[in-house]
């Protein structure tokens, strides 16, 4: 089984920036899409950021321009560079990955960042 672990949460001043970290025990099959979802207090979980295995990336709306999703194929890791922070964006974040086949998929744990003074 697939185990995602996900570091970078805590607390940052609006304005600031944070890196989230995933780090896959292994693939199996080797990953299709590597995303990051938050839910924020109260609202359904919805995706943030993803890269696919050829490394094309797409953001949501309310964070391109301030976040950047990276991947290092050789450490099994997904980032997530948040600058820019606000306080809309304090939230649950969740490490998605999506190997290539049929129900192999994971989530990591989550991790907490809050955007406060």
């Known amino acids: 089984q697939v185990q995602l672990v996900e570091s970078g949460g805590g607390l940052v001043q609006p304005g600031g920036s944070m890196t989230l970290s995933c780090v896959a025990s292994?693939?199996?099959?080797?990953?299709?899409?590597m995303a990051w979802y938050h839910q924020p207090p109260g609202k359904q979980r919805e995706l943030v950021a993803a890269?696919?295995?050829?490394?094309?990336?797409s953001y949501s709306e309310s964070v391109k321009g301030r976040f950047t999703i990276s991947r290092d194929v050789a450490k099994n890791t997904v980032y997530l560079r948040m600058s820019d922070l606000k306080p809309e964006d304090t939230a649950v974040y969740y490490c998605y990955i999506k190997e290539r086949a049929p129900g192999a998929d994971y989530w990591g744990q989550g991790t907490q960042v809050t955007v406060d003074e």
């Open positions: 890269i696919t295995a050829s490394g094309i990336t």
């Open positions: 292994e693939f199996i099959y080797g990953p299709e899409v």
